[in-house]
């Protein structure tokens, strides 16, 4: 079973203006219908610091500074820190595959049929920046999928439609778009927001940015952004994305995707 740090302070923000006096915490539970936000303020006053308070493209240049400071992994380590960050909490001796939802030996990993290999969320032909250390290797967008299913996703971007993607686990897909299972729409969103405040053109890589389109092709953008905003509202973070988050932060790169703790700065900055 997952921990999930109880420590954390939740802070639901309704949709609605017409919060109801009298209502109970527990009853104002995030949900699609109702939440457009779950902050988990606990790096508030500490992490996040030069951040709190700000919104657009200050807060966008304050958490720039704040997630750059990390420690960097080459790509052959990313093998064993995705045995760690995408552990199955139900089977230490799997991984969770992203698209697919399957969980999956994690000595299956390599390049064969069967095997479950690194999907670059932001499909690293965007900015053409391969696997040198760098955002190619930089685990907030890093992350188990099977062979086969990374094939089909590919460069495209991201976008609602298409048809079933096989061993997708409901992942959909036309000739210039890829729909991820409901279950991870949101952290998809999630990481691909990250990319473009972590990259802003420095240490000789490209500035990495969301767009309104598909198709960008090997442009240093991926799109679609009313649809990847529309995500990380209706899939907000679950256990399993936030203990990632954690992971990472203690263990690897010692630094955080903001919109995990903070969903609600997509909208602020977007
Ligand atoms: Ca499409
Ligand atoms: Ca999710
Ligand atoms: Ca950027």
Not at 52 to 58: C, D, F, N, R
Not at 91 to 110: A, E, F, P, Q, T
Not at 165 to 177: C, H, P
Request: hydrophobic share 35%.
């Amino acid at each position: 079973m997952l921990a999930i740090r109880t420590r954390r302070r939740k802070a639901v923000v309704l949709a609605t203006a017409t919060v109801l006096a009298g209502l109970s915490s527990p009853s104002l539970t995030a949900s699609p219908a109702t939440a457009t936000t779950t902050a988990h303020t606990d790096y508030d006053s500490t992490y996040y610091k030069a951040a709190i308070g700000k919104t657009g493209a200050s807060l966008k240049a304050a958490l720039h500074t704040i997630v750059s400071d990390q420690t960097k992994l080459s790509y052959s380590a990313v093998w064993d820190a995705l045995k760690a960050t995408d552990e199955d909490p139900a089977d230490s001796g799997n991984v969770i595959l992203l698209y697919s939802g399957l969980s999956r030996s994690k000595s299956l990993n390599g390049g064969d049929t069967g095997d479950w290999n690194r999907e670059h969320v932001w499909a690293k032909s965007h900015g053409d920046f391969g696997t040198a250390t760098g955002p190619g290797t930089d685990l907030h967008h890093l992350r188990p999928e099977d062979v086969q299913v990374n094939g089909v996703r590919g460069n495209k971007d991201f976008d609602d439609g298409g048809s079933a993607v096989s061993g997708g686990g409901g992942s959909l897909t036309d000739s210039d778009s890829f729909e991820p299972r409901d279950a991870v729409k949101g952290d998809v969103a999630r990481m691909i927001f990250y990319m473009a405040v972590r990259y802003e053109g420095g240490d000789g890589f490209a500035d990495l940015e969301v767009n309104g389109q598909v198709g960008n092709g090997s442009a240093p953008y991926i799109g679609k952004l009313s649809v990847l905003k529309t995500w990380n509202d209706e899939d907000p973070p679950d256990a399993f994305e936030e203990h990632r988050n954690q992971v990472v932060y203690d263990d690897y790169q010692h630094n955080r995707n903001p919109f995990i703790d903070h969903p609600e700065w997509v909208e602020s900055i977007w």
